[in-house]
């Protein structure tokens, strides 16, 4: 459990919660279950998988985190807030006139590698930054985290192929599988079955996890990482979509919902056991 | 035209590993010699247009200088949202070219011609729009494509017109070559395949000055401003839609122009082809071909039936 203690240490998924929960409510913004689902892939991601410089983003021998679901954009802010990549001001005035911070992943903002939020186009990036590695004969991975709601886009699969044909193995795709799109769930909206098995038959090697377990998240990564025999790599992560605040979990209205002092101060106090 | 282009995409890939070709499974014949010569910067992406694109932008901030080849109908139409957001917005130095734009696939139907590709690719910011008229402007058009190191369309039409210019011309943004010279009255400003349509009427005995537009966005404000006050009517020809073409760029600019000359859209009026038949039936079809256009010219008022 030592090895947990310290592995927990940096990018705390509840801190990380309580930061977009911030943003949230001084921007009263939307998207903020979807943020939620995916703060352990994140956080896992940043703290143990991606290899980069915050003081040099820009760095040719960078690994690419490419947010394909932007709207899940507020977590990855999150993550860069901990970086010191971004201010204390940023996430304070998250929304305000002028500033930079949007409500969909944004190439301008340091940390953020593609323009997205249109669901379909991030994968395709990644997938182009995945080839220009393997041709400058680079070490460099690019991580994908795309939604589920987003794999109804045709252009997810034709990456997907695209991935396969090239030998991507440095390309890892993580679905967050929250089971839920903007109007439904994603079984009432356009079921895809198993995800797993949708992309094994697209010849990607992939893996299944509960993705708010950290450690299985983790040493998903890790196995996936270490397989380099040509295929493309998928994490499916199941979560929840909201998860961290009871009264989000699994209710979609939270896609589109703006907090109010009550319900702010209510997630704000689930959230702040382990204020650091 | 086409040996200029697949000649100057090869120079270049030669000179700099860092070009690559993007093809959507199209190009058969075209890119013979490139697979052959630079294989290691060949890449068919399959018929998945969208994802090529996005591809392009990936490789572009990778390193690379992504050459992204489709038919004008799918490079840029069918793709406008990825060039947008994934290549304009980060001004990304990927290079676009629409092939067979106009009624080049005249047998083929509504579906592989393309008359509004100008129009959708002018209104995104960042991309500038070529469009040569010959073979020396093909060369110009893709020598200054890859200098500008940003994001680029360029369209080409009907290939196999023949030469307008006597050798090569050397381009710069936004740069109008003037063909043949008059003191005043009329002008012709033509782009593409309509180039050596205009340059037929003179040779017909039609007075008039001609200007050659290959950079369709910018345009140089300067000299359509002399040309707008040297001339009393200035005629637009392209084998595009005449609804967001270079004439509704010359007629924008000209209506903030004093005593601006009257312009004459010449193009495609707003509507599909309805037959199907050789590329000159389909001029004909819609009014494009030398006499038409003559006859247009002739008495500019003229509305066809």
């Known amino acids: 459990m030592a090895k947990g203690g310290e592995f927990m240490k940096r990018f705390d998924a509840t801190s990380l919660r309580r930061t977009i929960l911030d943003m949230a409510y001084s921007g009263a913004t939307v998207h903020i279950g979807c943020a939620f689902s995916i703060v352990e892939i994140l956080a896992v991601l ?80 990644a997938a182009g930054l995945a080839l220009a590695a393997r041709l400058r004969q680079s070490k460099q991975r690019a991580f994908a985290l795309v939604g589920d709601g987003e794999l109804n886009e045709g252009s997810i699969w034709e990456a997907v192929m695209f991935a396969a044909q090239f030998k991507l193995d440095n390309i890892v795709i993580l679905v967050d599988e929250n089971g839920f799109q903007a109007m439904g769930t994603t079984d009432e909206v356009m079921s895809l079955g198993s995800i797993q098995r949708k992309f094994e038959a697209f010849d990607c090697e992939v893996l299944s996890v509960d993705g708010h377990d950290e450690l299985a998240l983790d040493e998903a990564l890790t196995r996936l990482l270490g397989n380099a025999d040509g295929r493309p790599k998928v994490l499916v992560a199941k979560t929840v979509k909201g998860k961290g605040v009871s009264f989000m979990e699994n209710d979609n209205a939270w896609h589109y919902t703006r907090l109010k002092s009550d319900t702010y101060a209510a997630a704000l106090a689930e959230l702040g056991g382990e204020k650091v | 035209m086409r040996n200029a282009f697949s000649d100057a995409l090869m120079a270049a890939a030669k000179s700099d590993p860092r070009v690559l070709l993007l093809t959507g499974d199209h190009g058969y014949a075209l890119f013979d010699a490139f697979r052959r010569e630079c294989p290691a910067q060949y890449i068919n992406c399959g018929i998945a247009e969208q994802n090529m694109v996005g591809v392009a932008a990936g490789l572009a901030r990778g390193g690379f200088f992504p050459v992204v080849y489709g038919l004008a109908a799918f490079v840029p139409v069918r793709v406008m949202e990825q060039i947008k957001i994934d290549i304009c917005y980060e001004n990304l130095p990927v290079v676009l070219i629409g092939d067979g734009a106009g009624f080049v696939y005249s047998h083929l139907g509504n579906s592989h011609q393309s008359m509004e590709d100008i129009a959708c690719a002018r209104s995104l910011p960042a991309l500038q729009v070529l469009s040569p008229g010959d073979r020396y402007e093909m060369s110009a058009c893709m020598e200054l494509a890859f200098r500008l190191r940003q994001p680029v369309y360029l369209r080409m039409g009907k290939s196999d017109r023949g030469d307008v210019h006597g050798g090569p011309v050397r381009l710069e943004s936004g740069e109008m070559l003037c063909v043949r010279k008059a003191t005043a009255g009329r002008a012709l400003l033509a782009t593409g395949s309509m180039l050596r349509t205009a340059i037929e009427l003179i040779d017909e005995g039609l007075d008039a000055e001609i200007w050659s537009v290959p950079s369709i966005k910018p345009l140089n404000l300067e000299t359509l401003q002399s040309i707008a006050q040297r001339h009393h009517s200035v005629f637009v020809l392209e084998e595009h839609s005449v609804l967001g073409g270079l004439g509704s760029c010359v007629s924008e600019v000209f209506a903030s122009i004093p005593g601006a000359a009257r312009v004459h859209r010449i193009g495609v009026e707003d509507r599909f082809s309805t037959y199907c038949g050789t590329y000159d039936y389909l001029l004909r079809e819609h009014g494009l071909d030398g006499a038409s256009i003559a006859q247009r010219i002739a008495d500019p008022d003229m509305r066809k039936a």
Request: hydrophobic residues 35%; charged residues 20%.
């Open chain 1, 46 to 125: 940043y703290r143990n998988h991606l290899r980069f410089d915050p003081a040099d983003l820009e760095s040719m021998t960078r690994d690419y985190m490419v947010l394909s679901k932007g709207h899940g954009v507020m977590a990855q802010y999150a993550c860069l807030r901990e970086l010191g990549v971004l201010s204390a001001d940023d996430i304070g005035q998250y929304f305000g006139d002028g500033t930079r911070l949007k409500g969909l992943a944004d190439v301008h903002v340091p940390g953020v590698e593609a323009t997205t939020g249109s669901l379909g186009h991030g994968l395709s990036v």
